[in-house]
């Protein structure tokens, strides 16, 4: 049985280590040394990283690893992902480089708008709200003058505030539906500072908000990514055959939400990963992305396919609200090389990049899955992660890799390979 603690956040990292220690580990010594293997005592990134959230004990490390080779509205990048799944970055790497050979991904942002809402109750009559609103609107719009001075430089800013009536889907509830742009920052911060302000500046007799806060669904702030080829160039042999498969199998993902759930989180596999790596939010990515994928009412496919005129065509349209300034983007020092490495994109460029990282991730595990299955290449990966659990050695790698080269990976099979070696 776990204990509580009263004033755990006021501890010292080492008292809060002990704590944890003396309650919950089964070696006291080994949890604490496992815990400072992961951090850089007294050093200025640990400083900051102490300071990004609370109670920090230690970091958790994700590989962070380059899938080179991209070609996106023809220029090239090397794409940093921070992702601890095997295979992923191979096979981005992988797909990137298939197709690079035939013209390179396209991508094009639809459009970057944002929202946020002001949740309120109200019993009165909808005419004198509306009244009340149409007369204030000026007034609330001027309530955010000092937090959108700065964003309006940059060419951002408010858009339009509206007011909902809701209240056919819950009693008294209405809403101040209020779009954004928010230029280069993903700009939760400057999102929800506005909506306070607004909130306390409709705030009147008889209304009363119950929250203000942005809205992760952002169907709006969309971006498309796509490929295409000859048919014939689709696959060495067989390529039509293959190509219509392929098409079949997106097909599957769109008539079925448990296949489509499976697809999409290969997608989110790929954006994740390089959302991460940038230091933007992958929960709100992730949470809007699922959310968008349902918008008919049926969760579906987030990449469409199709065969037209013997051209092969295979595209994602994906909302994704990302910053290249602002958040982490500068603070994290990996971050902000991430940025580097991907030559300084503003967010637009941004979205162009994460969507075709998702793309190419789906058009990996889709090959993969229409013609050998996904195990053979995914083992080939988790072959030194068995063999890591196994506690094998340099030389001992070694030798069972190229044992296991064009063989099937089971965990059985590594583990008898590598006692029959440790018994010769
Ligand atoms: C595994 O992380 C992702 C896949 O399952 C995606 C898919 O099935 O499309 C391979």
Redesign the pocket.
């Known amino acids: 049985m776990g204990k509580t603690v009263s004033g755990f956040s006021k501890l010292s990292k080492k008292e809060k280590m002990d704590w944890l220690a003396a309650n919950f580990f089964k070696n006291e010594q080994e949890g604490i040394a496992t815990l400072e293997q992961y951090f850089n005592k007294n050093s200025k990134l640990q400083q900051l990283h102490d300071e990004f959230i609370e109670n920090t004990i230690s970091n958790f490390y994700v590989p962070y690893a380059i899938a080179p080779n991209f070609i996106i509205n023809g220029k090239t990048y090397a794409i940093p992902m921070a992702i601890e799944?095997s295979s992923?970055v191979a096979a981005a790497s992988l797909v990137a480089k298939f197709w690079s050979k035939r013209g390179g991904f396209q991508a094009k942002v639809i459009g970057t708008t944002k929202v946020g809402q002001v949740h309120f109750m109200y019993s009165g009559d909808f005419e004198n709200l509306s009244t009340y609103f149409e007369s204030n609107k000026l007034k609330l719009i001027a309530a955010t003058d000092a937090i959108t001075q700065n964003m309006k430089k940059r060419g951002g800013g408010i858009i339009d505030i509206e007011l909902k009536d809701k209240s056919t889907e819950l009693e008294h509830y209405y809403q101040l539906h209020v779009t954004f742009e928010t230029a280069d920052s993903m700009g939760a911060n400057f999102i929800n500072s506005c909506l306070e302000a607004i909130a306390k500046a409709f705030e009147t007799e008889g209304i009363e908000v119950v929250m203000s806060i942005l809205s992760n669904y952002v169907p709006e702030c969309l971006v498309r990514a796509e490929v295409s080829c000859a048919i014939e160039d689709f696959f060495e042999e067989n390529a039509s055959h293959y190509a219509q498969k392929f098409v079949q199998a997106v097909a599957i993902a769109n008539a079925e939400p448990y296949r489509a759930v499976?697809?999409n989180?290969?997608i989110m596999?790929g954006i994740d990963a390089v959302v991460l790596a940038t230091g933007n939010d992958f929960r709100a990515v992730a949470a809007g992305a699922h959310a968008y994928a349902s918008k008919s009412g049926k969760y579906k496919s987030l990449t469409q396919a199709k065969i037209e005129n013997g051209k092969f065509h295979f595209w994602i349209e994906i909302p994704l609200s990302l910053g290249t300034v602002g958040g982490l983007t500068k603070l994290h020092p990996l971050a902000k090389l991430s940025l580097e490495i991907l030559q300084q994109p503003n967010a637009k460029e941004l979205m162009e990049i994460i969507a075709v990282a998702g793309l190419a991730q789906?058009f990996a595990?889709?090959k993969?899955?229409t013609t050998t299955g996904?195990q053979q290449g995914?083992m080939k990966m988790h072959l030194m992660n068995i063999l890591n659990q196994l506690e094998a050695n340099v030389h001992e790698k070694k030798q069972i890799v190229k044992l296991f080269t064009g063989q099937t990976v089971t965990h059985n099979a590594v583990a008898k390979e590598l006692h029959d070696l440790r018994t010769k």
């Open positions: 799944e992923v499976t697809h989180k290969g596999n789906n595990a889709l993969a899955l996904i995914h």
